[in-house]
Structures are given as C-alpha cells and as structure tokens.
C-alpha cells in the first residue's frame, strides 16, 4: 500500500464520507456483467472454473434485487440453490424437517433489518459452498442438507437485530457519532455467531430435528465466529466446518455484498449512508485479515477473483472508497 493511501486510510478512522458515487452507473455494469460475464477481471486465475464462469459471476454480482419483480424466477432460482450436488439419496436435504428449518431460516433472514446480512447474503454463501463441491471434487461425505441449514441461520441472531443503536428509533441519532457505528457493529460481529447458535438450538428443538443433524449445523454455525478461541478450534474441525468458515469471509470481497447493502440501505432505507461508510471502512480491515489465513487452500483462487473484480468495481464506480475498501 503506497504512503498516500495509508494516510488517507489513517484520517478515514476520523472522517470517511466519500463522493463521487456513481450509484446508478455501477447498477446498471453489474446487470450488463450479468448477461456477459466476459466483461469481468481475472478470467485466467479460474481457468480451471472455465465453463462455470458464467455462474461464478452470477453468485458474485448476486443482490435478488430483482426477487420481488418476478415470483416465479425466484422459486426457480430457489429450486437451483437447494438442489444437492452431493446427489446422494441418503442427504439430509431429503429430511422434511430439514426442508422446514431451511425455509424457516429463509424467511427470517428475507425480513432482516441488517444491511449486509440479508438474504442476498445466505444465498451467496450457499452458492459458493455448492461451487466447493463441484468445482474443486470434494469427495469426502459431506451432507448439503446440514451445510444449507448452517448458512441459512448461521446470521439468524442479525435479521432481529441489526447492532446497538438500530433496536429504538431514540438511539437511532447515535449514527452520526463514527465510532459509536463501529462499536455497535464491533459487538454485533463479535456475538453473532454464538446468538445464532443459541436461537437455531431452541427452533431445532421445537421442530424436533434429529440430534445428529442438529449437531452438524450448530457446529457449522459455530464455525463463522470471530471468537479466538472458536477460529483455533475451526482448524481441528471437520471439512464441512472449513468451508462454512472460509466463504462467510468470502462473501465480504464480492461485488454482490457491497450493492446489496447498498441497496438496503438507499431503497430500504435500513439505515442510513453513515453506516454504510463505517461498515466499509471496518470491513477493509476484516478482509485484510483473512487474506492467505484461509482454512482451505482453494479459498484463496475465490478470494482472487472476488476481491480483483471488487476493486475493480470501486475504482470504476466508487473512487473514493476504492482507495479505503479495496484489499488489494
Ligand atoms: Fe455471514
């Protein structure tokens, strides 16, 4: 990083508000991108994904913007995310109250008030551990079912609570203070997972699913903490944890994860744009940490990927927070 940015990232602690946001514009090269994933960067580090590219891009540039447009696209799109590509009979995909739970989470998570973890966000997730399976030939047994099921309530605990100063419309003017922003998406971050952990338990318990399955899953959840203690324990656990870990953190570098939060933030009015600065300013150094610390070594193609056309993305559209964001 060059001297001018490190400064420019230094005084964005104090003061981030950006200009220049060619909002519209980047809206629109994303659908464009869509219809021609030619268009995005760093084609040659996924060669090996060649035939999937147009599919890597569709789960990158993913917002389900477009989900309330057209209901009968969505159920089909839906249909494609839950189809199991361990193809195995046996899955717990097939269990109905698995089935329950998924939609149970689904749902939830499609009324979530936090900008950055919406559904958008699980679907992604669950979009990119499919392409774990079949593009890298993970062969070991590995139930889908129970990955599915971790991702769609692994950020449960956010869609009722979106931090400190979002649960009363009283404490809602603290957002102008950057840091109490940052301090309440610090502690949100720091507990999710855990709270999730603990509300899955309770549904799965009234549901009644098998003890078996329900372990995988609270594990699963369990594997997207930030607890020191619980990312040591990740690199004993089993495949499925690993890759849960790996592309919760992945989804922060997809052009996806930005305009979705974006949009729930100018469309939805979720909050406001000073948490939007804030979360991008935190993010940037999230991201930094998880660079080449990923549990499995495949992560690291994805994270090229991601993160190249991302700041890609920022510098063609936001070129104030491409400076600030970008974690090349
Ligand atoms: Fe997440």
Redesign the pocket.
Known sequence: MDLRRKIKKIVAIFYFSPRGRKIRDAWEYVQRMRMDPTLVSNKRRMRKMKGNLRELVEIMTETLAERYENRKTYELKLKKILYNPMKSRKDSIHDPKVLEMIRIGFERMEQSQDPC?DIS?VYR?IRIAKLYFSFFRLKRRLDWGAMVLALAW??ISRADDPGLIYRSKILKPLESLPWVVDLSLILNGMSDAERSYKIFKQEAEQIGLSEAIKCLVEVGILA?STNRQTREWIKKAGLSCKIISDI?AL?MCTIGRFEAALKNILDNKMASIKYFNRMNLLGSYVVKRFQNKWELKCSNQFYDFFSVNLEKHAYMFYPNDAEILAPN
């Open positions: 973890h966000h997730c692994h950020d997207t919760d989804d």
